[in-house]
């Protein structure tokens, strides 16, 4: 399985774009990329996923190179409920997912 | 549409008893997972099943752990004897190859059991 490199740890202002890279050196052909959002006492939660280029979603855009050997996460305009672990995954059909550590984003007010 | 419900979401046992955790994952999803988290690691795969069979044990630590889906609906996960090293939060999550988006299918996870062996 592909293993990912993300930061530890990120500190942001409220109301800031923030952006989160991944790197996933080995990724597959058939490998999709896929963050998931951990708050606190709660299970993660799927936020967005793609193959290559961008995905936009209500939520958040994902920019992935034409090497897919990385991905960044943006979260437009956060906000202090934004604070959560925030997962890189990559992964390809119905199977197990592979967590890494995260980054742990905090917003500040 | 009720999402994926776990219980309880805490047990303290003592070390030796016997622990069964249960998920009722979201309706008419034939698949279930089981992850879990001891303390100051990453979350780690246990299980996956289709329905109600074993598509993927791999993850299982040993065979103090047995995990159970009859009928293919609702999932119990039990620890005999449990250890010190068992403490840890249990996630389950279920998908439903039906909805997803892409061949990664979004994993919908409930809020953990929370085991705290002493």
Known sequence: LAKTTQPIS????????VNITCSHNNIATNDYITWYQQFPSQGPRFII???????????????????RKSSTLSLPR????????????????NEKLTFGTGTRLTIIP | ???????????????????????DPISGHDNL????????KEIKFLLHFVKE??????????????????????????????ELEDSGVY????SDPGTGKGPAYEQYFGPGTRLTVT
């Open chain 1, 10 to 17: 990120m500190d942001s202002y409220e109301g800031q774009e």
């Open chain 1, 49 to 67: 996923q793609g193959y290559k280029t961008k995905v936009t979603n209500e939520v958040a855009s994902l920019f992935i190179p034409a090497d």
């Open chain 1, 78 to 93: 956060v906000s202090l409920s934004d604070t959560a672990v925030y997962y890189c995954l990559v992964d390809f059909g």
């Open chain 2, 1 to 23: 549409e009720a999402g994926v419900t776990q219980f309880p979401s805490h047990s303290v046992i003592e070390k030796g008893q016997t622990v069964t955790l249960r998920c």
């Open chain 2, 33 to 40: 997972y089981w992850y879990r988290r001891v303390m100051g």
């Open chain 2, 53 to 82: 069979s074993k598509q993927d044990e791999s993850g299982m630590p040993n065979n103090r752990f047995l995990a159970e889906r009859t009928g293919g609906t609702y999932s119990t996960l039990k620890v005999q004897p449990a």
């Open chain 2, 91 to 94: 996630f389950c999550a279920s």
